[in-house]
């Protein structure tokens, strides 16, 4: 059996089709990545769209099963295909979460926080690194302990990619987050009511020797282009890093444009301040960034 298997927009290695390449591989059969000229002579081609705006390449693949947020929030893996572990250093142990931002998918997508494995799910067993997609492993503490504890045996450099929930961090759990090798921990700050439990979470890190990490800051989703500046002045004060996400309805909006380029630019952001960086850009290439975009 020929297997067509299309990763339309995912930057980062997709589990669901690692899944189902191991899944077909595991039954004797070829498997063919990325290859449009191939879906008329396979036996099967999986497609997946993780951005909603891709959704209309759905229509390039008419015989082909078609899966991912961006096409369906409803659709999944075959559970035969959904209980494969590919073990490439990248993936849950957690699914859900207890948040419901509106904002979000998760919630619809996959409900409550519920456990689906350990590292020892996701580990090949040889690397030294290991990416945990988990969308809110801190509100399991015992799990989010026990997960330490096989990183901490085991020698693994950890990335939280999809960052953690400061609401949720204690004392006990920031002394776990710096026995573990790690990359620069995220969180997220995605609204300015969020200030008291954004400081004290900075202030318990810093107590156990994590000085900076880096922040998620939502920008024009539910909030002026001002109330988001704001967010970012008070992280560059706490000496944070932050790295601003523009809400899709706002990736067009120009005045966003040069704040990412400042804030997502760590050295530049600890170096300058917003309107400093607007006259370092006017004075280097020119243009009305003051009156266009301040």
């Not at 400093?276 to 243009?287: A, D, N, P, S, Y």
Request: charged share 30%; with cysteine; hydrophobic share 35%.
């Amino acid at each position: 059996m020929k297997v067509l298997i299309i990763n339309v927009d995912s930057k980062i290695p997709n589990l669901a089709l690692k899944k189902i390449e191991k899944y077909h591989l595991d039954r004797g059969d070829e498997v063919i990545w990325n290859n449009e000229l191939f879906q008329f002579s396979v036996d099967k081609t999986y497609v997946s769209i993780v951005f909603d705006w891709n959704k209309d390449k759905a229509k390039q693949f008419p015989n082909a099963e078609i899966g991912g947020s961006g096409f369906s929030l409803k659709k999944t893996l075959p559970s035969e295909i959904d209980k494969v572990k590919p073990r490439i250093n990248l993936g849950f142990t957690t699914r859900g979460c207890i948040r419901k931002c509106s904002f979000c998918i998760v919630p619809k997508k996959e409900g409550g926080i519920k456990i689906v494995g350990d590292i020892y799910d996701i580990w090949d067993g040889k690397s030294k690194n290991l990416i945990i997609l988990d969308n809110n492993i801190l509100a399991l503490p015992n799990h989010f302990k026990k997960i330490c504890e096989q990183l901490r045996k085991e020698k693994i450099k950890v990335d939280f990619n999809q960052g953690l929930d400061c609401r949720l961090l204690t004392g006990d759990i920031a002394k776990d987050l710096k026995s573990i090798s790690h990359i620069e921990y995220r969180f997220a700050f995605d609204d300015i009511k969020l200030r008291p439990q954004v400081e004290k979470a900075i202030k318990l890190l810093r107590e156990c020797g994590i000085n900076r990490c880096n922040w998620y800051v939502l920008v024009g989703f539910n909030t002026t282009f001002e109330e988001d500046l704001d967010r970012l002045n008070l992280l560059r004060d706490l000496k944070q890093n932050a790295y601003v996400q523009r809400y899709n309805a706002y990736k067009a909006d120009r005045k966003y444009i040069p704040l990412a380029r400042w804030a997502n630019q760590h050295h530049i952001f600890q170096a300058m301040n917003y309107l400093q960086f607007l006259e370092k850009c006017k004075k280097e290439i020119g243009g009305s960034y003051l009156s266009e975009w301040v």
